[in-house]
T-cell receptor, first 111, second 113 residues
Protein backbone atom coordinates (compact mmCIF):
# COMPACT_ATOMS: atom_id res chain seq x y z
CA UNK A 1 0.00 0.00 0.00
CA UNK A 2 1.57 3.27 -1.13
CA UNK A 3 0.94 5.84 1.57
CA UNK A 4 1.25 9.54 2.14
CA UNK A 5 1.24 10.65 5.76
CA UNK A 6 0.50 14.07 7.20
CA UNK A 7 -0.07 15.28 10.74
CA UNK A 8 -3.78 16.12 10.90
CA UNK A 9 -3.23 19.15 13.12
CA UNK A 10 -4.55 21.63 13.84
CA UNK A 11 -1.32 23.54 13.49
CA UNK A 12 -1.75 26.97 15.02
CA UNK A 13 0.63 29.81 14.21
CA UNK A 14 0.44 33.55 14.92
CA UNK A 15 -0.06 35.98 12.09
CA UNK A 16 3.25 36.88 10.46
CA UNK A 17 5.01 33.68 11.55
CA UNK A 18 6.33 30.86 9.36
CA UNK A 19 4.06 27.84 9.09
CA UNK A 20 5.81 24.53 8.39
CA UNK A 21 3.78 21.63 7.01
CA UNK A 22 5.30 18.19 6.58
CA UNK A 23 4.52 15.10 4.57
CA UNK A 24 6.18 11.68 4.34
CA UNK A 25 5.65 9.06 1.68
CA UNK A 26 6.33 5.35 1.49
CA UNK A 27 7.17 4.72 -2.18
CA UNK A 28 10.87 5.47 -2.67
CA UNK A 29 10.35 5.64 -6.42
CA UNK A 30 7.89 8.54 -6.20
CA UNK A 31 8.52 11.15 -8.83
CA UNK A 32 6.33 14.22 -8.40
CA UNK A 33 5.04 16.03 -5.35
CA UNK A 34 2.20 18.49 -4.99
CA UNK A 35 0.68 20.76 -2.35
CA UNK A 36 -2.98 21.72 -2.43
CA UNK A 37 -4.93 24.10 -0.22
CA UNK A 38 -8.55 23.33 0.60
CA UNK A 39 -10.85 25.75 2.36
CA UNK A 40 -13.76 24.27 4.26
CA UNK A 41 -16.51 23.18 1.86
CA UNK A 42 -14.46 24.06 -1.20
CA UNK A 43 -12.39 22.05 -3.68
CA UNK A 44 -8.60 21.64 -3.47
CA UNK A 45 -6.52 24.34 -5.14
CA UNK A 46 -3.00 23.62 -6.43
CA UNK A 47 -0.37 25.73 -4.65
CA UNK A 48 2.93 24.24 -5.77
CA UNK A 49 4.61 21.21 -7.23
CA UNK A 50 8.20 20.01 -7.02
CA UNK A 51 10.06 17.30 -8.88
CA UNK A 52 13.70 17.61 -7.79
CA UNK A 53 15.50 17.52 -4.47
CA UNK A 54 15.92 20.90 -2.84
CA UNK A 55 13.79 24.00 -2.46
CA UNK A 56 11.34 25.67 -4.81
CA UNK A 57 10.00 29.11 -3.97
CA UNK A 58 6.87 30.86 -5.19
CA UNK A 59 5.99 34.08 -3.40
CA UNK A 60 5.40 33.33 0.29
CA UNK A 61 5.47 29.58 -0.33
CA UNK A 62 8.50 27.30 -0.39
CA UNK A 63 8.33 23.58 -1.12
CA UNK A 64 11.20 21.42 0.08
CA UNK A 65 11.89 17.89 -1.16
CA UNK A 66 14.26 15.32 0.32
CA UNK A 67 13.95 12.06 -1.60
CA UNK A 68 16.56 10.25 0.51
CA UNK A 69 14.48 10.84 3.64
CA UNK A 70 11.19 10.55 1.75
CA UNK A 71 9.67 13.75 2.94
CA UNK A 72 8.33 16.89 1.39
CA UNK A 73 7.43 20.07 3.25
CA UNK A 74 5.69 23.36 2.62
CA UNK A 75 6.75 26.58 4.32
CA UNK A 76 4.44 29.56 4.38
CA UNK A 77 6.18 32.80 5.30
CA UNK A 78 4.38 35.80 6.79
CA UNK A 79 1.32 33.66 7.49
CA UNK A 80 -2.03 35.42 7.16
CA UNK A 81 -5.43 34.49 8.60
CA UNK A 82 -6.53 33.85 5.00
CA UNK A 83 -4.00 30.99 4.90
CA UNK A 84 -6.15 29.11 7.43
CA UNK A 85 -7.19 25.98 5.54
CA UNK A 86 -6.39 22.30 5.17
CA UNK A 87 -3.21 21.58 3.21
CA UNK A 88 -3.08 18.36 1.22
CA UNK A 89 0.12 16.68 0.14
CA UNK A 90 -0.10 14.54 -3.00
CA UNK A 91 2.49 12.21 -4.48
CA UNK A 92 2.85 10.58 -7.89
CA UNK A 93 4.12 7.08 -7.14
CA UNK A 94 5.51 4.59 -9.61
CA UNK A 95 3.31 2.82 -12.09
CA UNK A 96 0.10 3.70 -13.84
CA UNK A 97 -1.53 5.16 -10.77
CA UNK A 98 -3.09 8.53 -10.04
CA UNK A 99 -1.85 10.88 -7.35
CA UNK A 100 -1.94 9.56 -3.79
CA UNK A 101 -3.27 12.17 -1.38
CA UNK A 102 -2.56 12.53 2.29
CA UNK A 103 -5.43 13.25 4.65
CA UNK A 104 -4.29 16.85 5.08
CA UNK A 105 -3.04 19.14 7.84
CA UNK A 106 -5.38 21.80 9.18
CA UNK A 107 -3.61 25.15 9.58
CA UNK A 108 -5.00 27.92 11.73
CA UNK A 109 -3.36 31.36 11.58
CA UNK A 110 -4.27 33.43 14.61
CA UNK A 111 -4.60 37.21 14.16
CA UNK B 1 -8.85 29.70 -19.87
CA UNK B 2 -11.84 27.92 -18.36
CA UNK B 3 -11.13 25.60 -15.46
CA UNK B 4 -12.68 22.25 -14.71
CA UNK B 5 -16.46 22.56 -14.64
CA UNK B 6 -18.82 20.24 -12.83
CA UNK B 7 -22.59 19.96 -12.84
CA UNK B 8 -24.87 20.02 -11.06
CA UNK B 9 -23.58 21.95 -8.04
CA UNK B 10 -25.98 20.19 -5.71
CA UNK B 11 -27.97 17.01 -6.16
CA UNK B 12 -30.57 15.59 -3.78
CA UNK B 13 -31.66 11.99 -4.17
CA UNK B 14 -33.32 9.31 -2.12
CA UNK B 15 -32.05 5.85 -1.27
CA UNK B 16 -32.13 3.43 -4.16
CA UNK B 17 -32.17 6.12 -6.87
CA UNK B 18 -29.46 6.69 -9.43
CA UNK B 19 -27.30 9.81 -9.78
CA UNK B 20 -25.34 11.17 -12.73
CA UNK B 21 -22.62 13.74 -12.23
CA UNK B 22 -20.84 15.53 -15.09
CA UNK B 23 -17.39 17.01 -15.59
CA UNK B 24 -15.71 19.00 -18.35
CA UNK B 25 -11.90 19.11 -18.14
CA UNK B 26 -9.59 22.00 -18.87
CA UNK B 27 -9.07 22.39 -22.61
CA UNK B 28 -6.18 20.18 -23.72
CA UNK B 29 -6.39 17.86 -20.72
CA UNK B 30 -7.10 14.26 -21.60
CA UNK B 31 -7.16 12.70 -18.13
CA UNK B 32 -10.15 12.99 -15.81
CA UNK B 33 -10.23 11.80 -12.21
CA UNK B 34 -13.14 11.38 -9.82
CA UNK B 35 -12.87 11.58 -6.04
CA UNK B 36 -15.30 11.24 -3.16
CA UNK B 37 -14.87 13.41 -0.08
CA UNK B 38 -17.27 12.63 2.75
CA UNK B 39 -17.73 15.29 5.42
CA UNK B 40 -14.54 15.74 7.43
CA UNK B 41 -12.69 12.99 5.59
CA UNK B 42 -9.91 12.88 3.03
CA UNK B 43 -10.09 12.46 -0.71
CA UNK B 44 -10.98 8.93 -1.76
CA UNK B 45 -9.95 8.07 -5.31
CA UNK B 46 -12.81 6.66 -7.40
CA UNK B 47 -11.91 6.51 -11.10
CA UNK B 48 -9.37 7.69 -13.65
CA UNK B 49 -10.15 8.02 -17.36
CA UNK B 50 -7.87 8.91 -20.22
CA UNK B 51 -8.53 8.86 -23.95
CA UNK B 52 -11.91 7.30 -23.31
CA UNK B 53 -10.58 4.37 -21.31
CA UNK B 54 -10.65 3.54 -17.62
CA UNK B 55 -7.02 3.59 -16.43
CA UNK B 56 -7.47 2.87 -12.76
CA UNK B 57 -10.18 2.36 -10.21
CA UNK B 58 -10.30 2.90 -6.46
CA UNK B 59 -11.75 0.59 -3.85
CA UNK B 60 -15.43 1.28 -4.51
CA UNK B 61 -18.28 -1.12 -5.38
CA UNK B 62 -19.33 -1.64 -9.02
CA UNK B 63 -22.40 0.57 -8.56
CA UNK B 64 -19.94 3.45 -8.99
CA UNK B 65 -19.18 3.66 -12.69
CA UNK B 66 -18.42 6.22 -15.30
CA UNK B 67 -17.28 6.97 -18.77
CA UNK B 68 -15.32 9.49 -20.78
CA UNK B 69 -16.60 10.91 -24.03
CA UNK B 70 -14.63 11.73 -27.22
CA UNK B 71 -14.46 15.39 -26.17
CA UNK B 72 -12.81 14.20 -22.90
CA UNK B 73 -15.75 15.20 -20.73
CA UNK B 74 -16.82 12.57 -18.25
CA UNK B 75 -19.74 11.45 -16.20
CA UNK B 76 -19.92 9.52 -12.97
CA UNK B 77 -22.91 7.28 -12.34
CA UNK B 78 -23.87 6.01 -8.93
CA UNK B 79 -26.59 3.35 -8.84
CA UNK B 80 -28.68 2.11 -5.92
CA UNK B 81 -27.79 5.13 -3.81
CA UNK B 82 -27.11 4.58 -0.13
CA UNK B 83 -27.10 7.09 2.71
CA UNK B 84 -23.32 6.84 3.03
CA UNK B 85 -22.90 8.04 -0.56
CA UNK B 86 -23.66 11.55 0.67
CA UNK B 87 -20.46 13.46 -0.05
CA UNK B 88 -18.72 16.05 -2.16
CA UNK B 89 -17.75 14.50 -5.49
CA UNK B 90 -14.75 16.14 -7.06
CA UNK B 91 -13.54 15.91 -10.61
CA UNK B 92 -9.98 16.80 -11.59
CA UNK B 93 -8.19 16.91 -14.92
CA UNK B 94 -4.60 16.83 -16.06
CA UNK B 95 -2.42 16.28 -19.06
CA UNK B 96 -1.74 12.58 -19.47
CA UNK B 97 2.02 12.94 -19.09
CA UNK B 98 3.14 11.19 -15.92
CA UNK B 99 3.39 13.39 -12.88
CA UNK B 100 1.37 16.32 -14.17
CA UNK B 101 -0.61 18.28 -11.57
CA UNK B 102 -4.33 17.74 -11.30
CA UNK B 103 -6.70 20.69 -11.29
CA UNK B 104 -10.01 20.36 -9.51
CA UNK B 105 -13.50 21.52 -10.29
CA UNK B 106 -15.78 23.00 -7.63
CA UNK B 107 -17.48 19.67 -7.01
CA UNK B 108 -20.99 18.29 -6.84
CA UNK B 109 -22.50 17.92 -3.39
CA UNK B 110 -24.67 14.81 -3.39
CA UNK B 111 -27.15 14.44 -0.56
CA UNK B 112 -29.07 11.20 -0.03
CA UNK B 113 -32.28 11.47 1.98
Amino acid sequence: QKEVEQNSGPLSVPEGAIASLNCTYSDRGSQSFFWYRQYSGKSPELIMFIYSNGDKEDGRFTAQLNKASQYVSLLIRDSQPSDSATYLCAVKTRGNTPLVFGKGTRLSVIA
Amino acid sequence: EAGVTQSPTHLIKTRGQQATLRCSPISGHTSVYWYQQALGLGLQFLLWYDEGEERNRGNFPPRFSGRQFPNYSSELNVNALELEDSALYLCASSLYKMGQPQHFGDGTRLSIL
